[in-house]
């Protein structure tokens, strides 16, 4: 298996754009997790999902960042309009059941 | 006060030294994570606890749960074990996992 796939894994724009980041789970996991890392406070998830529905979004920052699971092989996070202060290692990691988390190669955001 | 709290923050051994890396929390726990993160950024779990004591290779964890406690050790360190680890605490979810909560990671750099 390829593991978690997430594309792009840099991405600079400017503030106010769109920014969409894409994650394709490992095939046959039914939870996927969005977590952000940023050097003032670590890593910290955003949302998850069981079998393709949010579970837990208490952790997205606001309004402008949203994600979706249309189906059980791929996931968006999506910020509009993008700020400076989202600039951080954007993580999907996903899992089978109560095992493991395995992590995608993470997506490096700037905004600048 | 954070829910993971991890000591030393950082922590330089010579190459061949025994390690341990602690992990305190102060909230209930299905289970207890150690993740290993790269330079480059990778982020690989390395086990995944709820009691007692698991080992792979030249690694080993422990948990008390009664002490809200777990430590990770590293027998014979190798200057390639250099890396930041971060313990998780997580809550599962209807037969899925739910949420992890980080502590903030110990850096170890291991000399040659």
Known sequence: ?112 | KNEVEQSPQNLTAQEGEFITINCSYSVGISALHWLQQHPGGGIVSLFMLSSGKKKHGRLIATINIQEKHSSLHITASHPRDSAVYICAVGQNYGGSQGNLIFGKGTKLSVKP
């Open chain 1, 1 to 112: 298996d390829a593991g978690v796939i997430q594309s792009p894994r840099h991405e600079v724009t400017e503030m106010g754009q769109e920014v969409t980041l894409r994650c394709k789970p490992i095939s046959g996991h039914n939870s996927l997790f969005w977590y952000r890392q940023t050097m003032m406070r670590g890593l910290e998830l955003l949302i998850y999902f069981n079998n393709n529905v949010p579970i837990d979004d208490s952790g997205m920052p606001e309004d402008r960042f949203s994600a979706k699971m249309p189906n059980a092989s791929f996931s968006t996070l999506k910020i509009q309009p993008s700020e400076p202060r989202d600039s951080a290692v954007y993580f999907c990691a996903s899992s089978f059941g109560t095992y493991t988390q395995y992590f995608g190669p993470g997506t490096r955001l700037t905004v600048l």
